[in-house]
């Protein structure tokens, strides 16, 4: 193992695991998911414009109906909560408050934030619906992984799902059009250990050229 490797982040990286079984009677606060949820939001985004939202459900009957609505997957219920990662395909409607603070805050001075608010607007609002949605996929995948990361270095235990009717997902929580479920995330303390997994060698998957 080098140097590098022994660092936090390689023994987060290597100690996360994709948890299935949990313990029913472990809760976490509401001021620890918006701890890891804040932090995670701190990954990368299209222009900036973080098109993801989060419903964090912990309402044990909500969490029965998920449950029936995510091919019965037992981690929805017996996690301490369910993070839904939503996408927002009109995130361009927040560029004027997005920079606006990035100005404030000193990453940036006010050329550049009109430069990139008139580029906004002329771009993002004409791009097809599936390209909008297929932006805000895309960060959904950067701040999900941030988050398993960082749920794991404070202690926690997650597991990633996609396998739900997002149709009816959709229409059980209300959701307007432009907004949309991605993933699943269960969270909370593990009452077994989680498989481990295999990948691929790097000869099949990398070309140098």
């Not at 390689?10 to 079984?21: G, H, L, Q």
């Not at 973080?50 to 009957?61: G, S, Y």
Request: aromatic residues 8%; without cysteine.
């Amino acid at each position: 193992m080098t140097k590098e490797q022994d660092s936090n982040l390689y023994t987060i990286m290597n100690a996360r695991k994709s948890v299935r079984v949990y313990d029913p009677n472990f809760k976490m606060s509401q001021q620890e998911l918006e701890g890891i949820i804040k932090e995670a939001t701190s990954a990368p985004s299209s222009s900036n414009l973080q098109a993801w939202r989060f419903l964090v459900i912990q309402d044990e009957k909500t969490k029965v109906e998920l449950r029936a609505i995510a091919n019965n997957q037992e981690q929805i219920e017996t996690s301490s909560a369910v993070i839904a990662v939503l996408g927002n395909a009109e995130m361009y409607k927040k560029v004027e408050q997005i920079y606006t603070q990035n100005v404030a805050e000193g990453h940036m001075g006010e050329d550049i934030k009109e430069r990139t608010i008139k580029n906004t607007h002329q771009t993002y609002p004409y791009a097809p619906f599936e390209t909008r949605k297929n932006i805000a996929t895309f960060d959904a995948g950067l701040i999900s992984m941030q988050l398993m990361l960082i749920a794991k270095e404070k202690g926690f235990d997650t597991v990633t799902m996609g396998g739900f009717d997002k149709d009816k997902f959709a229409e059980k929580f209300e959701l307007p059009e432009h907004i949309f479920p991605i993933v699943l995330i269960a969270i909370g303390k593990a009452a077994a250990p989680a498989f481990g997994s295999s990948r691929l060698p790097l000869d099949e998957i990398i070309q140098f050229i």
